[in-house]
């Protein structure tokens, strides 16, 4: 079991680009979710995706949006890229939505934005 | 609004001697704890987790956490630090499953050195 992939690992844009990044969850988990954590801080949550809809959302504005796939697998998409949304963006898969289920952590992918 | 405040970013100890990484949470509900730790270029990993059973809880490599209501704290702590425990660690608080909300809130971290 390869545990929770995402890709691609670094990521280097421009402010006002768009980025997608990638996740694929552990063998047999169904549940998806996203959380950007800034250097030194600890990680926001951004979304979570069940049955491929978006169950729950952060305190993260609409340029940051996401889909699931019947795979489970999942995107995120942020839109106009601006200084500040330079952060490791970590995904974690938990097996269905009850929020006390173990997330399983993939390693990240870093953007910075320049 | 639930949050969770982790009370020392640093802590530094020697090899052998204890490890404590104190957590205070505030929630209006009954939460769900956790306590993950997180090594460089590594994913999180969760250590161990409370969820209204036994107070004292148990977890992998030797750390163990004790829930206190009336302190609303969920300190973390190990007898003897090893070289490898050196890591960031995060306190976590979630809401109750019947609140139909799924965030994980995650304290800002405690970055553990273990000198030799």
């Known amino acids: 079991d390869a545990g929770v992939t995402q890709s691609p690992t670094h990521l280097i844009k421009t402010r006002g680009q768009q980025v997608t990044l990638r996740c694929s969850p552990k063998?047999?988990?169904?549940?998806v979710s996203w959380y950007q954590q800034a250097l030194g801080q600890g990680p926001q949550f951004i979304f979570q995706?069940?049955?491929?809809?978006?169950?729950q959302r952060g305190n993260f504005p609409d340029r940051f949006s996401g889909h699931q796939f019947p795979n489970y697998s999942s995107e995120l998409n942020v839109n106009a890229l601006l200084l500040g949304d330079s952060a490791l963006y970590l995904c974690?898969?938990?097996?269905?939505?009850?929020?006390?289920?173990?997330?399983?952590f993939g390693p990240g992918t870093r953007l910075t934005v320049l | 609004a639930q949050s969770v405040t982790q009370l020392d970013s640093h802590v530094s100890v020697s090899e052998g001697t204890p490890v404590l990484l104190r957590c205070n949470y505030s929630?209006?509900?009954?939460?769900?704890l956790f306590w993950y730790v997180q090594h460089p270029n590594k994913g999180l990993q969760l250590l161990l987790k409370?969820?209204?059973?036994?107070?004292l809880v148990k977890g992998i490599n030797g750390f163990e956490a004790e829930f206190k209501k009336s302190e609303t704290s969920f300190h973390l702590t190990k007898p003897s630090a090893h070289m490898s425990d050196a890591a960031e660690y995060f306190c976590?608080?979630?809401?109750?499953?019947?609140?139909?909300?799924?965030?994980?809130?995650f304290g800002s971290g405690t970055r553990l050195q273990v000198q030799p």
């Open positions: 929630s209006s509900y009954s939460p769900s």
């Open positions: 995706y069940y049955e491929e809809e978006e169950r």
């Open positions: 976590v608080v979630t809401f109750p499953l019947d609140t139909g909300r799924r965030a994980l809130t």
């Open positions: 974690a898969s938990s097996l269905d939505d009850r929020p006390d289920n173990e997330q399983f």
């Open positions: 409370y969820t209204s059973a036994a107070t």
């Open positions: 063998s047999g988990h169904d549940t």
